[in-house]
């Protein structure tokens, strides 16, 4: 079992700047076995989407809507993955999940969520 614990939610003002962290526990293997980490998020009467996803390695992937604005990056010393968030728009309001897979093929773990909100 892993747990995450997502924190940085906050308001701000559009282009404004903010940085997510969600930290990973669980067993040693538990917390060995985690590949993948990233973030998704969700706006009011919107579906999940996808932001950003970072590998153990530290390859990086970015929704369209989010490259060159935000960075996404992990500490596997503190088995801890961050999300800088720069240039924040009103369109960027949503409630921020982290998630981790685990193991192969992969079991996802999702955080509770952190709230971001940016006033025009």
């Known amino acids: 079992q892993v747990r995450l614990v997502e924190s940085g939610g906050d308001l701000v003002q559009a282009g404004g700047a903010l940085r997510l962290s969600c930290a990973a526990s669980?067993?040693?293997?538990?917390?060995?076995?985690?590949?993948?980490m990233g973030w998704h998020r969700q706006a009011p009467g919107k579906q999940l989407e996808l932001v950003a996803t970072?590998?153990?390695?530290?390859?990086?992937n970015y929704a369209d809507s989010v490259k060159g604005r935000f960075t996404i990056s992990r500490d596997n010393a503190k088995n801890t993955v961050y999300l800088q968030m720069n240039s924040l728009k009103p369109e960027d309001t949503a409630v921020y999940y982290c998630?981790?897979?685990?193991?192969?093929?992969?079991?996802?773990?999702w955080g509770q969520g952190a709230q971001v909100t940016v006033s025009s």
């Open positions: 998630k981790a897979r685990a193991g192969w093929p992969g079991v996802d773990y």
């Open positions: 669980g067993s040693t293997g538990s917390i060995l076995s985690i590949n993948t």
């Open positions: 970072i590998t153990r390695g530290g390859s990086a």
